[in-house]
């Protein structure tokens, strides 16, 4: 029997390095990662978490070190995760001049002026029941939330942060902050919105290394459904008309789709924020020798890129920028 006349031969454009090189689409850079930094009030030596290997608890003398650290590996900056030594109903710790993120931002900031510097903004660290804003009986009342997260902006900006992140999925949380920027004079001071955060059970280990898990019920109030992709883009774009600057998207595994569709459908910066449970189920392959570690974190880093993650949030970034750094 003959064999048919091939016209297409993807292969021809394998055929060695080079012209692989040649050819691909996406490609990754240090620059492209955030790290994520836990700063805890209450130690004075860095805490190992043990449900994510090689992440710490530090003290505020260490976060000059880190941004030394992720700014000489080339990685744009850090998110700071503030453990505040006392923990209130409201969560005021959020807005103290002497907290402990206004605190670190400031230790970054005079480490390594050029370290992009970003702050977590939220209450569910700092409030005694650890939830993400102020509570009405059994349900977190979405508008006193709002008016907390103004006075949490404004005292991070204050501090000196780079951008604000807002991640606890408030209804108008981008325009009351943008308002409340505005208002105290910080119009340049870019928001990136965790627009689209699901109620997932990837955050299991943040909340051990955060000390943020909700004393009682769940986040399903606030967080979405992770059946919905529709939702997700109308979350998107409310952020985007109440003034984002850069969208996020998180997790990230699980939901490549909805990267994918927020991208298509507006004209911002896209993140996604690879999280603590994705990060610790390879961390424990890894460890059983089941999978090989650096293969399998560059693949998906360069997928959530393929995706169309602009940005990604990892606990991986400091190994993925050696990595890159050294090949
Ligand atoms: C706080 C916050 C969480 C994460 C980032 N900011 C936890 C949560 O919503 O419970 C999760 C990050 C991770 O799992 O790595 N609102
Ligand atoms: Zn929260």
Redesign the pocket.
């Known amino acids: 029997m003959s064999l048919p006349d091939l016209i297409h031969r993807p292969r021809r454009l394998r055929k060695n390095p080079t012209i692989r090189n040649m050819v691909r689409e996406t490609s990754l850079s240090p620059s492209d990662f955030i790290y994520?930094v836990f700063v805890d009030e209450t130690i004075t030596e860095a805490v190992p978490v043990a449900s994510m290997p090689g992440v710490f608890r530090i003290p505020l003398s260490d976060v000059g070190s880190i941004t030394k650290k992720t700014a000489s590996l080339g990685i744009s900056g850090i998110i700071l995760f503030g453990i505040p030594a006392k923990k209130d109903a409201v969560g005021s710790g959020g807005w103290d001049a002497n907290g402990i993120v206004q605190k670190a931002i400031q230790e970054a900031k005079k480490a390594s002026p050029e370290s992009y510097v970003i702050a977590?903004t939220?209450f569910?660290e700092y409030t005694d029941h650890g939830h993400?804003g102020v509570l009405d009986g059994h349900e977190v009342d979405n508008d006193a939330t709002l008016a907390n997260l103004q006075k949490e902006a404004i005292s991070y900006a204050k501090a000196g942060i780079d951008m604000i992140a807002p991640?606890?999925m408030m209804d108008g949380m981008i325009a009351a902050i943008r308002t409340g920027l505005d208002s105290a004079g910080f119009k340049d001071l870019p928001i990136m919105s965790y627009a689209v955060?699901y109620a997932s059970a990837?955050?299991g280990?943040?909340?051990d290394a955060a000390d943020?898990t909700p004393s009682f019920g769940d986040?399903a109030s606030y967080?979405m459904d992770p059946a919905n992709s529709r939702e997700a883009m109308r979350e998107a774009m409310l952020d985007v008309e109440e003034g984002a600057d850069i969208l996020m998207v998180k997790p990230g595994l699980a939901y490549m789709d909805i990267i994918r569709t927020v991208k298509d459908a507006t004209d911002l910066p896209m993140a996604v924020?690879n999280?603590?449970?994705e990060y610790a189920m390879v961390k424990a392959a890894a460890e059983k020798g089941w999978i090989d570690e650096k293969r399998v974190v560059l693949e998906t880093m360069l997928s959530f890129k393929r995706a169309g993650a602009d940005l990604i949030l990892s606990y991986h970034a400091l190994d993925v920028a050696r990595w890159l750094n050294d090949a």
């Open positions: 994520p977590d939220c569910c993400c991640s606890g955060k990837y955050f280990p943040f909340r943020s986040r967080q924020y999280v603590s449970g």
